[in-house]
């Protein structure tokens, strides 16, 4: 499939937000550009942007929440949930969530999709981390 057969797909700001090669804004197109959006549903919480105030996740909501089965089923349907409200072009296949505790607590959020025009699978692990100030990866 060649890139004219995939512009549905779409094209738009690759995140975060930086200069391209010739010092225009960076993209992401075309599958990349469906992951990103991925990406910034989990990554935002509802009432974030003024003009979609429903967009996003929610998951910082749960950032002090006790790394329990209940949260694990708690940030599973909100993931699962925002995606399929907000990523038209996918099909969630499958949401799993684990848990790490100790030094590096974190949820790692795992998801499981396919474009659907495409056809395409694809796995995506979603960091999310529960102690103020550590790094990313």
């Known amino acids: 499939m060649d890139s004219t ?3 549905f797909l779409g094209r738009g700001w690759d995140f ?3 200069a391209g090669p010739g010092g225009e804004i960076a993209e992401a197109e075309y ?3 469906v992951q990103e959006a991925v990406r910034l549903v989990l990554g935002t919480d509802p009432g974030e942007r003024v003009m979609l105030p429903e967009f996003g996740s929610g998951l910082r ?3 002090f929440e006790p790394l329990t089965a209940t949260t694990r089923a708690l940030v599973q ?3 699962r949930e925002a995606l399929v409200r907000f990523e038209p072009r996918i099909d969630v296949l499958e949401v799993k969530v ?3 505790t100790g030094g590096d607590a974190a949820v790692l959020v795992e998801v499981e999709y396919r ?3 495409t056809n395409t699978f694809y796995n995506l692990v979603y960091p999310f981390y529960l102690l103020e100030g550590t790094p990313a990866p």
Do not use: G
């Open 5 to 7: 057969d995939r512009a």
């Open 98 to 100: 684990e848990l790490q």
């Open 16 to 18: 975060p937000v930086h």
């Open 115 to 117: 474009v659907r025009s």
């Open 61 to 63: 909501a749960l950032l």
């Open 77 to 79: 349907l909100r993931v």
């Open 31 to 33: 599958d990349a550009d």
